[in-house]
């Protein structure tokens, strides 16, 4: 399915659109099912494809989109940003006037004020490039580029010529790369019959490569460790999952199509509560007759993983079946389950005020409503759920969270309403008492560093095992983080965004390299690799989705913001914060959330 997608005629027509034609992969996978060596599969197999697929290529259209509009953005802030003394030359006046300029720009866009400062937001750089594109006299433009250089406020002081010019050779690295990411190649799958190796293989022997990116591209293909495992079985109807208990009074998961290959689950005392919420659910919706709709569990995905103990044998022999399950956090209270309840039936009460309005119903549709119906009726169940007053937040505090190269997180508590900063809570203080086990983690990821290298000069496969403890401070950090924003009833954490944190990073640590060794290309990269190793690597992906699930347990909203790259990370975290805070937003977000808004 995935190679058919890649070679249709109207592939660069879907990525235009963002989206593949609804019900295409189901059609082909109907179509496809029907014949060996497809055929005779249970039919929710045949739905993981449609949802594998559809969802591997949606996210893929979304980031080459997301990724254009960010390299178009930074290509044309180059364009208009210059240094002070350009632009005096260009605008024939003063570097004061174009200041005062520049003030009467920033009233004129954006009244209000917030602290002091002008809020650093989404909307005031969207607006200040469109003053750009309108103005028609250069005084004017270069007025607008000081805004934009300065993030949106007028500068106080001398401009530092030096760090400009840093900063405009970071945006230039960031362009690269999101060039580079645009010429990615398209989705290809996995390579589970080893067949994309031997054809680079083939190529190495045959062929000389064209340039360096070649080269590079072949040598990664070579060194990758092949991806064999078959796709996982992603599970989306909770009724096609069944759970029941043998003779061992082991929880076991049957299948729907393979009630002779029941799963038994394994997992530690922190998993196993789950798993008998899941069995209960399952007991009241058949003494009941209740929906589904209400389960815990919404879905589910089976999936292959290497087994460290099991070096020998096949491969179903060297590895074990791992179950990813997705709850509705709110389904775990009765409160909580009231509120989705009252969200269900409204939908499906203007579904079926929908279908009355067509008035003759076909066969069809009007199976189409009993089902509505039924459901309906089956939203009265699961009152037995433990009670747990909700969370209440003031929705005019916020909680930005900031992640750097040498601090996992700094948070920042900001009443955004008066834009002041309440409190900054550094690494160390968030960990407190353990602090050690972060100077842990350096320790072990140096030792590990020196074994991996010291391995690879002998010739010897390195052992990459390594212990949690980075995922046990992940942990910790996150609980701090929701532990400060429970403590300040703020109404929602703002995190940073991936992709942001990524080049921020990279585009920070090239640029000390060229400012280190410039014009020395080998000097650059050596920096640059010593550099990313002095300080930790963090798992900044692991931190973030730590920090979701427990702040959706606690019932606090999760915002995303856009994480600048200059000023300390104290700054950072305050504008993380700040730039997500759109007053209407969060009230909204206050009267569906019970936040208090006064």
Not at 161 to 177: P, Q, Y
Not at 249 to 276: C, E, S, W
Request: proline content about 4%; hydrophobic content about 35%; some cysteine.
């Amino acid at each position: 399915m995935i190679a058919r997608v890649n070679e249709h005629a109207d592939f660069e027509m879907w990525q235009r659109r963002g989206h593949l034609p609804a019900g295409l992969i189901y059609s082909w996978v109907k179509d496809s099912g029907s014949s060996p060596p497809y055929a005779g599969q249970p039919a929710h197999w045949y739905l993981s494809v449609v949802h594998t697929v559809e969802d591997m290529f949606s996210s893929w259209f979304a980031l080459q989109q997301r990724t254009q509009r960010a390299r178009d953005g930074r290509r044309r802030w180059l364009e208009i940003v210059r240094s002070d003394a350009q632009l005096a030359e260009a605008s024939g006046q003063d570097i004061g006037d174009l200041h005062r300029a520049a003030g009467a720009v920033l009233d004129r866009i954006a009244p209000k004020t917030v602290g002091g400062q002008k809020a650093i937001d989404t909307q005031l750089y969207r607006a200040l490039f469109a003053a750009y594109d309108v103005a028609t006299d250069e005084p004017a433009r270069c007025a607008i580029s000081v805004l934009l250089k300065n993030g949106g406020a007028v500068p106080d002081g001398e401009e530092n010529a030096d760090r400009l010019a840093a900063r405009r050779r970071a945006t230039e690295i960031r362009i690269e790369r999101l060039d580079a990411r645009l010429a990615a190649r398209k989705p290809r799958g996995r390579d589970m019959s080893g067949e994309t190796f031997l054809r680079t293989l083939t190529d190495v022997a045959e062929m000389v490569p064209e340039d360096e990116a070649q080269a590079r591209s072949w040598q990664d293909a070579l060194l990758r460790e092949p991806d064999n495992l078959p796709f996982p079985l992603v599970l989306r109807d909770n009724g096609t999952m069944h759970w029941t208990r043998g003779e061992d009074k082991r929880l076991r998961l049957v299948l729907t199509g393979l009630k002779n290959h029941p799963l038994a689950i394994y997992g530690d005392q922190r998993q196993m509560h789950l798993f008998d919420r899941f069995e209960e659910d399952q007991r009241v919706q058949r003494e009941t007759h209740s929906s589904s709709a209400l389960f815990t569990l919404r879905s589910a995905r089976l999936a292959w993983r290497e087994d460290p103990e099991r070096r020998q044998g096949e491969p179903w022999e060297r590895h074990r079946l791992v179950l990813f399950c997705t709850v509705d956090t709110r389904l775990w209270t009765r409160e909580g389950t009231e509120e989705v309840r009252r969200e269900k039936r409204d939908r499906v009460a203007a579904r079926m005020a929908r279908m009355e309005k067509k008035g003759d119903l076909s066969e069809t549709q009007r199976g189409f409503v009993r089902r509505l119906e039924a459901t309906l009726s089956g939203l009265d169940g699961y009152n037995e759920r433990p009670s747990k007053p909700p969370y209440v937040g003031r929705a005019h505090i916020t909680v930005g969270v900031a992640v750097s190269l040498d601090r996992p997180a700094t948070v920042a508590v900001v009443d955004a309403r008066r834009g002041i900063v309440l409190a900054y809570r550094s690494t160390r203080q968030l960990l407190g008492a353990n602090y050690r086990l972060l100077e842990r983690y350096h320790r072990e990821r140096r030792m590990h560093d020196h074994r991996r290298h010291t391995q690879q000069r002998r010739g010897v496969t390195p052992d990459n095992g390594e212990s949690e403890v980075g995922l046990q401070v992940n942990r910790l950090l996150a609980h701090a983080v929701v532990d400060v924003a429970c403590r300040y009833h703020a109404s929602c954490i703002v995190l940073p965004q991936m992709g942001d944190i990524r080049e921020a990073i990279e585009g920070d640590v090239r640029t000390r390299a060229e400012a280190k060794h410039p014009g020395y290309k080998d000097g650059q990269k050596n920096y640059a690799k010593q550099y990313r190793m002095s300080v930790h690597r963090w798992g900044f992906g692991s931190l973030l989705s730590s920090i979701r699930v427990v702040a959706g347990r606690a019932g606090i909203i999760i915002e995303e913001g856009r994480q600048v790259t200059a000023g300390t990370v104290q700054e950072r975290a305050r504008d993380v914060a700040l730039n997500a805070y759109t007053p209407g937003q969060f009230v909204a977000h206050a009267e569906k959330d019970k936040v208090d808004v006064t």
